[in-house]
């Protein structure tokens, strides 16, 4: 059996940036999402299509600022991974908290953790994986640039040997890990199809949701939490909720209608640091039309 490859080293210039202080790195990344929100119109205009959908209620000058938003959190967490993933263990337990005021993370045994799609989520897995002892594992989507995959596959795993799952092998290793005693982080807030999803409201709006979450917890028999990241001054707070009561419910449309209930409220407390860029309502109900122009 052959070993594991070591991991390829990273330049010099991303190591020696990693020791920059956080507020150049999110000064940089206000200039990136500046440059992205004039060059990227398409995502802009998907964007501000899921804020309309999302907050009608919202002021038009309201939505800009979160989609403004969007664009500067996007690119101040992309820049951050580099001292994630290459600067000093000790400044990334300075720079990100932990919040689990219901002891989950101390809870023993496999447990499913719902983990919705905000920005700072990288920085949360990183400090679950170098601090937390369990075995951790999650779903990982390969990139298209060899570079950047490779990049984001050896940051993820930087620490505590997690798993990471490609989509592309499905969920059965997820039940198998679940079964031998894995913690696993799901990510089932995008639209990926109508196939294994049912459509239940998203702030009002039919979403083809999948319903991954309650169908791993009720074949293994594990209880579910959610735990978010959030950007904050000076670095980033993971906060770790409670087990949910009486989960899942064995009804699939019920199941995933309150999955999107808690991310609701979730996002309700930081619109401009979710996933926007994503096209959430991209597949629609029988008979229904399309809500994004090409």
């Known amino acids: 059996m052959s070993a594991r490859p070591s991991p390829q080293p990273a330049p010099w210039w991303l190591r020696a940036s990693a020791y920059l202080p956080v507020p150049v790195f999110r000064a940089a990344g206000w200039l990136m999402g500046a440059a992205l929100l004039c060059l990227a119109p398409r995502r802009r205009r998907v964007v501000r299509r899921n804020l309309a959908l999302c907050f ?51 809870q023993p045994g496999p447990m499913l953790f719902f983990v919705p799609h905000f920005y700072a989520m990288d920085a949360g897995w990183a400090r679950l994986t170098l601090d937390v002892p369990r075995r951790w594992w999650t779903f990982y989507a390969p990139q298209e640039h060899a570079g950047i995959d490779r990049w984001i596959k050896e940051g993820r795993k930087r620490f505590g040997a997690p798993r990471l799952v490609s989509r592309r092998e499905g969920i059965r290793p997820l ?120």
């Open 56 to 106: 009608p209620e919202a002021g038009a000058w309201q939505r800009w600022v979160w989609t403004w938003q969007t664009f500067k959190h996007f690119s101040q967490s992309f820049l951050d991974r580099v001292w994630l993933w290459h600067g000093p263990i000790g400044r990334i337990r300075k720079r990100v908290d932990i919040d689990d005021p219901h002891g989950v993370l101390q």
């Open 175 to 294: 039940l198998k890990g679940l079964r031998e005693g894995a913690s696993i982080c799901l990510l089932p807030d995008m639209d990926l199809g109508a196939r294994n999803a049912v459509f239940v409201p998203f702030f009002g709006v039919p979403a083809a949701t999948v319903t991954s979450l309650p169908r791993l917890a009720a074949a293994a028999k594990v209880p579910v939490a959610t735990f978010c990241c959030r950007m904050v001054s000076g670095g980033y707070r993971v906060e770790v909720g409670p087990v949910w009561v009486d989960y899942p419910a064995g009804d699939d449309e019920a199941d995933a209608r309150r999955m999107n209930e808690a991310l609701e409220a979730m996002i309700r407390t930081m619109p401009g640091q979710y996933h926007w860029l994503h096209r959430r309502f991209k597949t629609r109900p029988p008979g229904e039309p399309p809500l994004y122009a090409d």
